[in-house]
Structure formats: C-alpha cells, structure tokens
C-alpha cells in the first residue's frame, strides 16, 4: 500500500479543495444531483468561499497525500442542534472525495476516521452526512463504519409557473 499522509488543510490548500470539490460535484450530478455551476470565473473565485472555512476552528478540512500528491479530502463541521432539541454538539460530514484512480484502498475510511476522532475530541455525541439514493458506493462505506439511517429526505420537481 502507498504512502499515505493525512494532514488538516492549510490556507494554501484551497485550490486544491475547491478543484476536489467541483470534480465530486460532477461525479455527483451524474448519480442524480444538481447539475454543476458551468460559470468558470464562479469556479476561479470559489476558492475564496473555501479560505475563509478553511480558517474556521468549528470546520475540519483533511488531505489525503500520496508522496505529497493530493489525492483525497474531507469536510464537515461542528453544528449545534436547533434549540427545540436538548443541546447537542453534532459533526456534520459535508464532502469526502478520493481521486478515482485510488479509490476501494482505505483512503476515504482513513479520511472519515480520523475526522471522527476530531469531532470526538471537539466534544460533537453524533455524526450525519446526506448520500445520493443512488450513489450505492458511499452507503456501503458509510454503513461499514456504522453508520445508519436516521431521516430521508424527499423532494419533488415543480412544475413552472403557468401565468395567464
């Protein structure tokens, strides 16, 4: 097995995040998610949105290094439940990704892993994240780690508005 290094991203990291996440974002609306923002100067300014996160201390962002190649990242943050429930610190997994080429080698369980010990160490009692019904890869990766369902969410299409 390669040569693994996970590290907490660094503000300089923030190309290298915003790319990961524009090539999930496409992975994603092929399993049935939104269509992706095709705008490239969004895409330019993006890592902007990311430094600022990146320097929060309620987010964690990971990296995943082959021979200091970047070839994974994770997100998520510490949320605090909404005050109709009792208190509770929550880890709120936003976006894991491992390059295609390294993926089914333990990278993103090493990802998610050491992102739980984080949140733990943070004082979060849960962790959640939201899959794609159709993305069968990450429900067998997350269901693995044990986790299970807890709500679904449902949505439907609306039709346009028809003025008369």
Known sequence: MPDIVIRKA??????????????????????????????????????????PAIQNSDRLYLIAENNDR????????????????????????????VNPEERNSGIATDLIRTAMRWASEQGCQEADLNILVNNNN?????????????QLEMRMQLPPCQFR
Not at 18 to 39: C, D, T, W, Y
Not at 70 to 97: A, M, N, T
């Open 138 to 150: 990450a429900k067998g990766l997350y269901k693995s780690l044990g986790f299970t369902v807890f």
């Open 10 to 51: 660094e503000t300089d990291d923030c190309e290298v995040i915003a790319s990961f996440i524009r090539m999930m974002l496409k992975e994603m609306s092929v399993m049935g998610g939104h269509p992706v923002n095709q705008n490239e100067s969004f895409w330019m300014s993006f890592r902007d949105i990311v430094l």
């Open 70 to 97: 970047p070839i994974g990242f994770f997100e998520g943050r510490v949320d605090i439940l909404y005050e109709v429930f009792e208190p509770k610190k929550s880890f709120h997994i936003g976006s894991v990704y």
